[in-house]
Protein backbone atom coordinates (compact mmCIF):
# COMPACT_ATOMS: atom_id res chain seq x y z
CA UNK A 1 0.00 0.00 0.00
CA UNK A 2 3.09 2.61 0.61
CA UNK A 3 3.90 1.88 -2.68
CA UNK A 4 1.03 2.85 -4.30
CA UNK A 5 0.53 6.21 -2.11
CA UNK A 6 4.45 6.93 -3.02
CA UNK A 7 3.24 6.39 -7.01
CA UNK A 8 0.22 8.66 -6.31
CA UNK A 9 1.98 11.54 -4.64
CA UNK A 10 5.06 11.24 -7.07
CA UNK A 11 2.53 11.40 -10.05
CA UNK A 12 1.27 14.23 -8.54
CA UNK A 13 4.17 16.37 -8.25
CA UNK A 14 5.14 15.79 -11.74
CA UNK A 15 1.96 16.73 -12.93
CA UNK A 16 2.11 20.23 -11.16
CA UNK A 17 5.27 20.63 -11.60
CA UNK A 18 4.70 20.35 -15.27
CA UNK A 19 1.77 22.39 -14.81
CA UNK A 20 3.54 25.46 -13.68
CA UNK A 21 6.65 24.85 -15.86
CA UNK A 22 3.75 25.62 -18.78
CA UNK A 23 2.95 29.15 -17.12
CA UNK A 24 3.27 32.54 -18.49
CA UNK A 25 5.22 33.76 -14.90
CA UNK A 26 8.56 33.37 -14.67
CA UNK A 27 8.46 32.84 -10.82
CA UNK A 28 5.89 29.79 -11.45
CA UNK A 29 8.45 28.21 -14.25
CA UNK A 30 11.02 27.94 -11.51
CA UNK A 31 9.29 26.68 -8.74
CA UNK A 32 7.43 24.11 -11.45
CA UNK A 33 11.05 23.34 -12.19
CA UNK A 34 11.80 23.24 -8.47
CA UNK A 35 9.08 20.60 -7.09
CA UNK A 36 9.81 18.51 -10.39
CA UNK A 37 13.42 18.14 -9.01
CA UNK A 38 12.32 17.93 -5.50
CA UNK A 39 9.75 14.87 -6.81
CA UNK A 40 13.00 13.23 -8.59
CA UNK A 41 14.36 13.75 -4.99
CA UNK A 42 11.76 11.93 -3.10
CA UNK A 43 11.36 8.74 -6.11
CA UNK A 44 15.01 8.12 -6.22
CA UNK A 45 15.02 7.39 -2.38
CA UNK A 46 11.68 5.14 -3.05
CA UNK A 47 13.76 3.17 -5.17
CA UNK A 48 16.70 3.16 -3.20
CA UNK A 49 14.58 1.45 -0.41
CA UNK A 50 12.22 2.02 2.30
CA UNK A 51 12.56 -0.77 4.45
CA UNK A 52 16.01 -1.97 5.99
CA UNK A 53 18.10 -1.93 8.49
CA UNK A 54 20.13 1.54 9.06
CA UNK A 55 23.21 1.22 7.73
CA UNK A 56 25.89 2.58 10.12
CA UNK A 57 26.97 -0.42 12.72
CA UNK A 58 27.56 0.97 16.32
CA UNK A 59 31.12 0.14 18.01
CA UNK A 60 31.27 -2.78 18.95
CA UNK A 61 28.14 -4.25 18.15
CA UNK A 62 27.29 -7.02 15.84
CA UNK A 63 25.66 -6.14 12.44
CA UNK A 64 22.11 -6.71 11.45
CA UNK A 65 21.95 -10.18 9.07
CA UNK A 66 18.44 -8.97 8.01
CA UNK A 67 18.26 -6.31 4.89
CA UNK A 68 20.25 -2.67 4.91
CA UNK A 69 19.07 0.54 3.47
CA UNK A 70 21.72 1.56 1.03
CA UNK A 71 23.39 4.66 2.33
CA UNK A 72 24.38 6.00 -1.62
CA UNK A 73 21.25 6.61 -2.53
CA UNK A 74 20.36 8.76 0.48
CA UNK A 75 23.94 10.57 0.42
CA UNK A 76 23.39 11.69 -3.63
CA UNK A 77 19.86 12.64 -2.40
CA UNK A 78 20.89 14.97 0.09
CA UNK A 79 23.94 16.60 -2.57
CA UNK A 80 21.05 16.78 -5.00
CA UNK A 81 18.88 18.57 -2.61
CA UNK A 82 21.86 21.05 -1.55
CA UNK A 83 22.57 22.16 -5.10
CA UNK A 84 18.93 22.40 -6.49
CA UNK A 85 18.48 25.09 -3.29
CA UNK A 86 21.33 26.78 -4.68
CA UNK A 87 20.32 26.29 -8.38
CA UNK A 88 16.61 27.35 -7.26
CA UNK A 89 17.96 30.78 -5.34
CA UNK A 90 20.06 31.91 -8.66
CA UNK A 91 17.40 31.50 -10.52
CA UNK A 92 14.75 33.59 -8.60
CA UNK A 93 17.52 35.80 -8.45
CA UNK A 94 18.24 36.58 -12.11
CA UNK A 95 14.48 36.46 -12.15
CA UNK A 96 14.22 39.39 -10.34
CA UNK A 97 17.59 41.29 -12.57
CA UNK A 98 15.04 40.58 -15.21
CA UNK A 99 11.82 41.88 -13.87
CA UNK A 100 14.39 45.26 -12.78
CA UNK A 101 15.34 45.13 -16.44
CA UNK A 102 12.36 44.78 -18.46
CA UNK A 103 9.22 44.98 -15.48
CA UNK A 104 7.61 42.49 -16.34
CA UNK A 105 8.34 38.43 -15.29
CA UNK A 106 5.21 37.14 -18.21
CA UNK A 107 7.18 35.11 -20.44
CA UNK A 108 5.18 36.38 -23.51
CA UNK A 109 5.96 39.93 -22.97
CA UNK A 110 9.60 38.97 -22.78
CA UNK A 111 9.35 37.18 -25.63
CA UNK A 112 7.99 40.44 -27.63
CA UNK A 113 10.90 42.26 -25.85
CA UNK A 114 12.85 45.08 -28.35
CA UNK A 115 15.52 46.51 -26.85
CA UNK A 116 15.93 50.40 -27.11
CA UNK A 117 17.64 51.60 -30.62
CA UNK A 118 17.00 47.55 -32.23
CA UNK A 119 15.29 48.29 -34.50
CA UNK A 120 16.05 52.04 -35.57
CA UNK A 121 19.76 51.67 -36.52
CA UNK A 122 19.00 48.91 -39.66
CA UNK A 123 21.10 45.90 -39.70
CA UNK A 124 23.53 46.93 -37.38
CA UNK A 125 26.66 47.61 -38.96
CA UNK A 126 27.35 51.21 -37.95
CA UNK A 127 26.90 53.01 -41.50
Known amino acids: MTQFVLAVV ?20 VWGVTIMSQATNVYL ?3 GGLAGAVPVIAHGAHGE ?9 QALVLTAIVIGFGTTAFAL ?9 HGTIDLEELG ?16
Open 10 to 29: LGLLFAFGTFLVLRRDLVRV
Open 45 to 47: VTM
Open 65 to 73: TGAITDPLV
Open 93 to 101: VLTYRVYEE
Open 112 to 127: EYDPVGATEGGDGDGA
